[in-house]
């Protein structure tokens, strides 16, 4: 697995957004936003004045492979503050599906946030403000640390379709047994592989299901079917 920490130091650190902005210090309007970072000296924040209300501002990151968990500081003081969301997707940023969301005024703090992610694991990452009634609702984000790979793989699953065969194979062991040049196996139940079937240099050779029988891998395969 692959830890990325966003500090927000230097730049957006691999985040896009064309709305957030990043400062040091308070923001420009009072009553409202942190006075200074959660860590280190820069944050990232959503500046309320002039983009109320419901103005929505978002910053998202493809991370290449499976989030497994996350952590940020999130800094949510005003009373006109808004809604901030995150979602993940799995689809290229196409859609979003809500992993963690907040509301309204906080206090004048930074506070910590752990996402931990059971399925589904998302390739995207996205968090999206939407700005309350007015100028004091300075949304501010600092310290997300993203924890990708090292999430299980799904098992692959086959299905067949229903026939007749040559040969009956109700387990893994009589299946191997039975692969060879023209041959026509009957998968008469449901079988779980429990090890790699070679059928290299196999000819002729057809798999079928009287009963709609599926195969399932007990662990990850690549091509090994």
Same mark, same amino acid.
């Given at each position: 697995?692959?830890?990325?920490? $966003?500090?927000?130091?230097?730049d957006f650190d691999g985040w896009t957004t064309s709305t957030f902005l990043r400062a040091s210090g308070s923001t420009a309007s009072s009553s409202t936003g942190p006075s200074s970072a959660a860590s280190g000296?820069?944050? *990232?924040?959503?500046? &309320?004045?002039?983009?109320?209300? =419901?103005?929505?501002?978002? @910053?998202?990151? %493809?991370?290449?492979? =499976? *989030?497994?968990?996350? #952590?940020? %500081? /999130?800094? @949510?003081?005003?009373?006109?503050m808004g809604s901030l969301v995150l979602g993940g997707s799995?689809?290229?940023? #196409?859609?979003?599906? !809500?992993?963690?969301?907040?509301?309204?005024?906080?206090?004048?703090?930074? &506070? #910590? &946030? $752990?996402?931990?992610?059971?399925?589904?694991?998302?390739?995207?990452?996205?968090? !999206?403000?939407? $700005? =309350?009634?007015? /100028?004091?609702?300075?949304? &501010?984000?600092d310290d997300v640390v993203v924890d990708v790979g090292g999430v299980p793989t799904p098992e692959p699953t086959v299905s067949l379709e229903p026939t007749t065969g040559d040969i009956q194979a109700t387990t893994f062991s009589a299946l191997s047994s039975a692969i060879a040049n023209d041959v026509t196996i009957d998968v008469a139940s449901d079988i779980t592989f429990t090890g790699v079937i070679s059928i290299s240099g196999i000819t002729g050779l057809t798999i079928r299901s009287s009963v709609s029988a599926t195969m399932t891998s007990d662990r990850s395969f690549s091509n090994s079917y």
């Open positions: 697995s692959t830890t990325y920490t $966003s500090t927000f130091e230097t000296s820069y944050y *990232v924040y959503a500046e &309320a004045s002039e983009n109320s209300p =419901g103005v929505e501002f978002s @910053m998202y990151r %493809d991370f290449g492979e =499976g *989030v497994s968990s996350l #952590s940020f %500081d /999130y800094h @949510m003081y005003g009373s006109d799995r689809d290229d940023g #196409s859609s979003y599906t !809500t992993v963690w969301s907040k509301s309204g005024d906080q206090g004048n703090t930074w &506070a #910590s &946030a $752990s996402v931990t992610i059971n399925s589904d694991f998302p390739i995207y990452l996205k968090f !999206t403000y939407t $700005s =309350g009634s007015g /100028y004091q609702g300075d949304l &501010a984000l």
